[in-house]
C-alpha cells in the first residue's frame, strides 16, 4: 500500500522557514512523490512533485533523500497564510494516479 | 474562473432521499476524480474516470452511490437513500494526465449532512 508517515502537527514562527518531514519506505523508484495542502474549508492544493531530484517552486522546495525513502518539503518563509494541512503522497506508477492521503501534519504559524 | 468548480456547495437532506452533486473539470482534463473526506481525516478516493469511461471505483463506493461523466465533461456523482454515514465533503477533482504525473487540481467541494 501506498503508505506515508508524517508528524500529526508541527509549529513555526511566522518569517522563519519550515521543514515538513515525511516517510515513505515502501516507495518503488518510479513512484512520484506529491504533497499537498488543505488550507480551511477549502479542496486539496498541489504544492510540489519530484522523484529523485531536489526540486524548488515559488511555493517550496522538496528534498528527496538519497534511498528516496524519506522527503522534507520546505517552506522558506512562512506566513500565517501557510497554516494548513500538509499532505505527503506517493503515487504509484502502476496505478490510475488516485492519491491516497494519510492524516497529513497539521501546520501552525504563529505571527 | 477556469479551476474545477462544484455544485451545490452545501447539501442538507434528510435520511433517505437521493441527492445529486455536479463537478465541472478543467476544460482541457481527461481525468476526473472524486474523493470523500470526513472531519479530521484525509481524503479517501471513490472513483475515477478518464475521458467518459469509469476506470476504478473504491471498495468504499457501495451500490447506492453512483457517477457519471456523459461525453467526458462534467462528471455527477448521486447517492440514493442517503444514510448518516454519508455526510461528509465530497471533492472533486480534475487532470492532464501525462507521462508520469498526474497534477490534480480540486474543487472546493460539496458538503453533505444528513439528518
Known amino acids: 500500500d501506498a503508505k506515508t508517515t508524517q508528524p500529526n502537527s508541527m509549529e513555526s514562527n511566522e518569517e522563519e522557514p519550515v521543514h515538513l518531514p515525511c516517510n515513505h519506505s515502501?516507495?518503488?523508484?518510479?513512484?512520484?512523490i506529491h504533497w499537498y495542502r488543505q488550507l480551511p474549508s477549502q479542496g486539496p492544493e498541489y504544492v510540489i512533485h519530484?522523484?529523485?531530484s531536489n526540486v524548488n517552486n515559488r511555493m517550496a522546495s522538496l528534498a528527496i533523500a538519497e534511498d528516496r525513502k524519506s522527503s522534507t518539503l520546505i517552506l522558506h518563509r512562512a506566513t500565517l497564510r501557510d497554516a494548513a494541512v500538509y499532505y505527503c503522497?506517493?503515487?504509484?506508477?502502476?496505478?490510475?494516479?488516485?492519491?491516497?492521503f494519510g492524516q497529513g501534519t497539521t501546520l501552525q504559524v504563529k505571527p | 474562473d477556469t479551476g474545477v468548480s462544484q455544485d451545490p456547495r452545501h447539501k442538507i437532506t434528510k435520511r433517505g432521499q437521493n441527492v445529486t452533486f455536479r463537478c465541472d473539470p478543467i476544460?482541457?482534463?481527461?481525468?476526473l476524480y472524486w474523493y470523500r473526506q470526513t472531519l479530521g481525516q484525509g481524503p479517501e478516493f471513490l472513483t475515477y474516470?478518464?475521458?467518459?469511461?469509469?476506470?476504478?471505483k473504491s471498495r468504499l463506493l457501495s451500490d447506492r452511490f453512483s457517477a457519471e461523466r456523459p461525453k467526458g465533461s462534467f462528471s455527477t456523482l448521486e447517492i440514493q437513500r442517503t444514510e448518516q454515514g454519508d455526510s461528509a465533503m465530497y471533492l472533486c477533482?480534475?487532470?492532464?494526465?501525462?507521462?508520469?504525473?498526474?497534477?490534480?487540481?480540486f474543487g472546493a467541494g460539496t458538503r453533505l449532512s444528513v439528518l
Open positions: 477533482a480534475s487532470s492532464l494526465a501525462l507521462a508520469g504525473v498526474n497534477i490534480q487540481y
Open positions: 515502501t516507495i518503488s523508484g518510479t513512484d512520484y
Open positions: 519530484g522523484l529523485t
Open positions: 503522497i506517493f503515487v504509484l506508477s502502476s496505478n490510475t494516479g488516485k492519491l491516497i
Open positions: 476544460s482541457e482534463h481527461n481525468r
Open positions: 474516470f478518464q475521458n467518459e469511461a469509469q476506470l476504478e
